[in-house]
T-cell receptor, first 113, second 111 residues
Framework: KNQVEQSPQSLIILEGKNCTLQ??????????LRWYKQDTGRGPVSLTI?????NTKSNGRYTATLDADTKQSSLHITASQLSDSASYIC????????????FGAGTRLFVKA | NAGVTQTPKFRVLKTGQSMTLLCAQD?????MYWYRQDPGMGLRLIHY???????AKGEVPDGYNVSRLKKQNFLLGLESAAPSQTSVYFC??????????FGDGTRLSIL
């Protein structure tokens, strides 16, 4: 069964520090991998999208990397801010056509002052 | 530009009651989706639509029905609510291979 596993489940960091969130997937091949940010009580919002041929994609202080050989992706957050407190969801679209998007369970990030 | 709007935002139902969740998008997107989000799990697809007048089952369709009579609206119905349907429901829309745009969810409790 295709799966997307994220780690850690939750993470607490101090404001200004960097952090890296991990995503391992078993979907192969795939069309694209996306990272979403979900604030409490809100819907997910897209941060980055990468196709299988891309290794890295940045969006401000957010940088996503992709290793298609090891089926791993990471989301690096630089100089964290209090507003970065949210859930970060890794999403993989299999190359099977139709609508089989697979969502990870997310990493809950808490940024403390 | 409102994006994706879901109504209602909160609802409490008794077991066996019925209700309809409304999703409206103003981006002229062809594709629309209904997901449920439960603690510790990723979003799971309930039903989706690839265009006006079309619907299809997703991963967890049992107990739900949908309709897409107009391109901008996607309705999710619960005919006879069950406690297992207590969840947060998200609607999303998408154009082509672009990221999905999500609404802010409907929090539904079934007693």
């Amino acid at each position: 069964k295709n799966q997307v596993e994220q780690s850690p489940q939750s993470l607490i960091i101090l404001e200004g520090k960097n952090c890296t969130l991990q995503c391992n997937y078993t979907v192969s091949p795939f069309s694209n991998l996306r990272w979403y940010k979900q604030d409490t009580g809100r819907g997910p919002v897209s941060l980055t999208i990468m196709t299988f041929s891309e290794n890295t994609k940045s969006n401000g202080r957010y940088t996503a990397t992709l290793d298609a050989d090891t089926k791993q992706s990471s989301l690096h957050i630089t100089a964290s801010q209090l507003s970065d407190s949210a859930s970060y969801i890794c999403v993989v679209n299999p190359n099977t056509g139709g609508f089989k998007t697979i969502f990870g369970a997310g990493t809950r990030l808490f940024v403390k002052a | 530009n409102a994006g994706v709007t879901q109504t209602p935002k909160f609802r409490v139902l008794k077991t066996g009651q019925s209700m309809t969740l409304l999703c409206a998008q103003d981006m002229n997107h062809e594709y629309m989706y209904w997901y449920r989000q439960d603690p510790g799990m990723g979003l799971r697809l309930i039903h989706y639509s690839v265009g006006e007048g079309t619907t299809a089952k997703g991963e967890v369709p049992d107990g739900y029905n949908v309709s897409r009579l107009k391109k901008q609206n996607f309705l999710l119905g619960l005919e006879s609510a069950a406690p297992s349907q207590t969840s947060v429901y998200f609607c999303a829309s998408m154009a082509g291979n672009q990221p999905q745009h999500f609404g802010d969810g409907t929090r539904l409790s079934i007693l």
